[in-house]
């Protein structure tokens, strides 16, 4: 009974004083992601120790159900009408950008004496973003123009190069160095479209069944059990749970004609699923391994800092993409929490020897990222008009 009591306590106070930190964000400067993360670091157990093990232990299940909230949102911004205009400047920067970080992330460890393996591994977990970051600042702002639309769409095609790059890297190290065993693409391979199935799977008979109760208005609970369906089938499936989600919102947002936009009540309950999660996020963070990041991991920051700025910028001007647009979406893209961690887990499982190198630089980094890439995204998003 107690536990239950520490739980509820904790997830009333975390809401309460999130809801303050908001409010507080909006008179300064900083993001109110950070400021929530910088109150978790507070309130964990590497600060005041008010939060309890109670709730964060139920960190990860939060964290599911906020992306999965996250990506089904982002997934309804891709529709056919947008996708028109930005569809070609979406894929060359999402792609020149998750390539180029690969590239000079691995390239940088490299030279500087990492163990190849070690160094492709985490180039590749390097390319990966934060769409809960980025798709929040965005929010906050309310910011609504060709910038945002285009930084919501790179976002949310980050993770899915990302997927793939771990993918084939997993698969080079693997041949390399585990006797040609290539089952590391195998399972890529399947993430991947097993995602893009599942989202076809849920969101096309959801995209003409949704919004008939009540005729052309679908209902918040409709839009909570498709998007929880679609991630409990995902895990049973093993494939991407956010890529499946973005899916699922896509087809439903171009394939239901009988309502202009779909489940626009879920944007009225995301937030408070973000400041549970955002504050857990900082709860959970561990500071101590800021202490091991050391030179190898400065590289790493640095180099991942330079494949996201000068990647992005080539990917735009390519696309022949607007000045303004080329010139900040790069500083935008770099926050990083979530994907990076999971790829570290399974790469320190599948090569045990890169364990405790892979697991400091992996998550020290995402310390920093977390608490000052969205800083970066608030600057670049409200610079561009």
């Avoid at 809960?132 to 906050?140: N, Q, T």
């Avoid at 945002?148 to 790179?154: E, F, I, N």
């Avoid at 065993?181 to 069944?209: K, R, Y």
């Amino acid at each position: 009974m107690h536990e239950n009591g520490d739980f509820l306590l904790a997830l009333g106070a975390i809401l309460l004083i999130g809801l303050i930190t908001s409010e507080i964000g909006r008179r300064t400067p900083l993001p109110r992601v950070t400021l929530l993360l910088v109150l978790g670091i507070v309130v964990g157990e590497q600060g005041l120790g008010i939060v309890s093990s109670a709730i964060t232990v139920h960190f990860e299940m939060i964290a599911t159900m906020t992306l999965l909230l996250i990506g089904f949102l982002l997934g309804g911004k891709l529709t056919f009408s947008s996708l028109r205009v930005t569809a070609k400047k979406i894929l060359w920067i999402s792609a020149s950008e998750a390539v180029l970080t690969v590239v000079l992330v691995s390239t940088g460890l490299w030279a500087a004496g990492v163990d190849f393996g070690l160094a492709l591994i985490l180039g590749c977990i390097a390319s990966a973003s934060a769409p809960a970051a980025v798709y929040d600042v965005i929010a906050e702002l309310n910011i609504h123009n060709r910038f945002s639309d285009l930084l919501l769409g790179v976002v949310a095609m980050d993770d899915i190069w990302a997927l793939v790059l771990f993918g084939v890297g997993m698969t080079v190290v693997s041949l390399l160095y585990v006797n040609g065993d290539a089952s590391s693409l195998t399972s890529a391979v399947w993430e991947l479209f097993g995602a893009v199935i599942l989202g076809l799977v849920v969101g096309l008979p959801a995209a003409f069944l949704t919004g008939r109760i009540r005729s052309g208005q679908p209902m918040l609970i409709e839009a909570l059990g498709i998007v929880f369906l679609c991630g409990g089938i995902a895990f049973w499936w093993e494939v991407s749970f956010l890529l499946a989600a973005i899916v699922t919102g896509a087809v439903i947002a171009n394939f239901a004609r009988h309502h202009e936009y779909p489940f626009h009540a879920i944007e009225d309950i995301e937030w408070p699923f973000m400041i549970v999660f955002f504050v857990l996020a900082g709860a959970t963070l561990e500071l101590d391994a800021l202490s091991s990041l050391g030179m190898i991991g400065a590289i790493y920051v640095v180099m991942r800092i330079a494949g996201k700025l000068s990647g992005s910028y080539f990917g735009a001007l390519a696309s022949k993409t607007d000045a303004d647009s080329s010139r900040w979406i790069g500083l935008a893209l770099l926050p990083q929490a979530g994907v990076n961690i999971g790829m570290a887990l399974v790469a320190a499982h599948r090569f045990p020897d890169y364990r405790d190198t892979l697991l400091a630089i992996t998550i020290s980094s995402t310390v920093l990222f977390e608490l000052f890439g969205p800083v970066m995204t608030r600057t670049a998003v409200q610079k561009v008009k």
